[in-house]
């Protein structure tokens, strides 16, 4: 059983489009978080949530929008996509202490054209 | 702040040598620090982590690290490289509990020669 799923793990889309890329965690870790990595393979978080509310926004355009409909789900939607929005999307979960392991998803790989 | 500096973002070693994969960080709370590894078109894995304790940690696939505060440094070394070891290494910082998030250093590609 996979740990951290996201789907779909390619998109490619137009610009100006809006898209959701939709992740799972069945570990029952209480927090999750988005990251982003860029073309450089540089990884920089954009949010994290703990029992459905919101932690961390890290400067995120608003076009960005994540919902947590339960401690078990995080998604991310993005609004008017960029080119400048391509890059590799992960999800990750763990628990509240990040003394333990955080869990990373397979990636969304998100191509605006 | 946190921040973590990977010297080198690349390194390339023959099979059978030794690996190092250098991490220095900065962090005004005492920091977590860990080691991730990102084989192609897959997610982040982790290879192991320091939070108290001893300073000498043991990973998985025969990887260790050592936290240095004197030096700020947390390097990452495996005595006998091997060809499955070619990947891009992570290095990361979090603060203590609570902390919520992983900075995580640019990443250093590690090529293994036959």
């Known amino acids: 059983d996979t740990a951290v799923s996201q789907t779909p793990k390619y998109l490619v889309t137009q610009m100006g489009n809006d898209k959701s890329i939709k992740c799972e965690q069945n570990l029952g870790h209480d927090t999750m978080y988005w990251y982003k990595q860029d073309s450089k393979k540089f990884l920089k978080i954009m949010f994290s949530y703990n029992n459905k509310e919101l932690i961390i926004n890290e400067t995120v355009p608003n076009r960005f929008s994540p919902k947590s409909p339960d401690k078990a789900h995080l998604n991310l939607h993005i609004n008017s996509l960029e080119l400048g929005d391509s890059a590799v999307y992960f999800c990750a979960s763990s628990l509240r202490d990040l003394g333990t392991e955080a869990f990373f998803g397979q990636g969304t790989r998100l191509t605006v054209v | 702040a946190q921040s973590v500096t990977q010297l080198g973002s690349h390194v390339s070693v023959s099979e059978g040598a030794l690996v190092l994969l250098r991490c220095n960080y900065s962090?005004?709370?005492?920091?977590?620090l860990f080691w991730y590894v990102q084989y192609p078109n897959q997610g982040l894995q982790l290879l192991l982590k320091y939070t108290t304790g001893a300073t000498l940690v043991k990973g998985i696939n025969g990887f260790e690290a050592e936290f240095k505060k004197s030096e700020t440094s947390f390097h990452l070394t495996k005595p006998s490289a091997h060809m499955s070891d070619a990947a891009e290494y992570f290095c990361a910082v979090s603060g203590p509990q609570g902390a919520q998030k992983l900075v995580f250093g640019q990443g250093t590609r590690l090529t293994i020669n036959p």
């Open positions: 962090s005004s709370v005492p920091p977590y």
